[in-house]
T-cell receptor, first 110, second 115 residues
C-alpha cells in the first residue's frame, strides 16, 4: 500500500539549532517525493521536490531509497520556519495524485 | 507564482441541503484539479481528481453521488456536497496542476459546517 509516515506530530527546537523532520514512505515503484509547508493562516505551498535537488530557505531533503526516507533538514532553524510541514508522495504514471503524511508542526523558539 | 482561489471560504448549511464550492486557477490553465478533505489536526486526504472535459476520478471510499465534481473549463472546477450531513463538516481544499512542471498550487480551503 502507498503510505507516507511522519512519526512526529510536533518538533520543538530553539532558534539556531539543527532541524530534521522525518518522513518515511511505502511505495512499490519509483515515487516522487515532496515537502509542503503551511505557515499560520496561509495556504499549503511547495517547499521542495526531490527531483529538483535544490535547497529552499536553507532546507534540503535527500531521497534514500534504501531506507525509503525523505527527511527534511536545516542546519540552523529560524523562528520564521515555524509552520506545519507535510511530506507527500506522487506515484508513477504522472497522475499528479499526492499522498500526504500526517504532518509535523515545527515550533522554533527564540 | 500561480494562484488558485476557492469560494466561499466559509459556508454553513443545514442538513439535507446541497452546497457548491468553486475552485479557480487565476493565472494559469489547470488541466487537472484535485480535491482534498482535511479533518482537524489530520492530514489531507485526496477525494478525487478532476480533469477538464471528463468525469472525475474518485478515490476509494469517496461517494461520487454525494460529492459531485464538475470541471467545466481549464480554470474552474466545482465540488457540490449533496444532501449534506453534519459528518460532512470539514475543510475542503483544491489544487490545480500547472504544466509543464506539473507543480500543484493549492487553494486557501473552504470550511464547511453542516448544522
Amino acid at each position: 500500500a502507498q503510505r507516507v509516515t511522519q512519526p512526529e506530530k510536533l518538533l520543538s527546537v530553539f532558534k539556531g539549532a539543527p532541524v530534521e523532520l522525518k518522513c518515511n514512505y511505502s511505495y512499490s515503484g519509483s515515487p516522487e517525493l515532496f515537502w509542503y509547508v503551511q505557515y499560520s493562516r496561509q495556504r499549503l505551498q511547495l517547499l521542495l521536490r526531490h527531483i529538483s535537488r535544490e535547497s529552499i530557505k536553507g532546507f534540503t531533503a535527500d531521497l534514500n531509497k534504501g531506507e525509503t526516507s525523505f527527511h527534511l533538514k536545516k542546519p540552523f532553524a529560524q523562528e520564521e520556519d515555524s509552520a506545519m510541514y507535510y511530506c507527500a508522495l506522487s506515484g508513477s504514471g504522472n497522475t499528479g495524485k499526492l499522498i500526504f503524511g500526517q504532518g509535523t508542526t515545527l515550533q522554533v523558539k527564540p | 507564482g500561480a494562484v488558485v482561489s476557492q469560494h466561499p471560504s466559509r459556508v454553513i448549511c443545514k442538513s439535507g441541503t446541497s452546497v457548491k464550492i468553486e475552485c479557480r486557477s487565476l493565472d494559469f490553465q489547470a488541466t487537472t484539479m484535485f480535491w482534498y478533505r482535511q479533518f482537524p489536526k489530520k492530514s489531507l486526504m485526496l477525494m478525487a481528481t478532476s480533469n477538464e472535459g471528463s468525469k472525475a476520478t474518485y478515490e476509494q471510499g469517496v461517494e461520487k453521488d454525494k460529492f459531485l465534481i464538475n470541471h467545466a473549463s481549464l480554470t474552474l472546477s466545482t465540488l457540490t456536497v449533496t444532501s449534506a450531513h453534519p459528518e460532512d463538516s470539514s475543510f475542503y481544499i483544491c489544487s490545480g496542476r500547472e504544466p509543464p512542471r506539473d507543480e500543484q498550487y493549492f487553494g486557501p480551503g473552504t470550511r464547511l459546517t453542516v448544522t
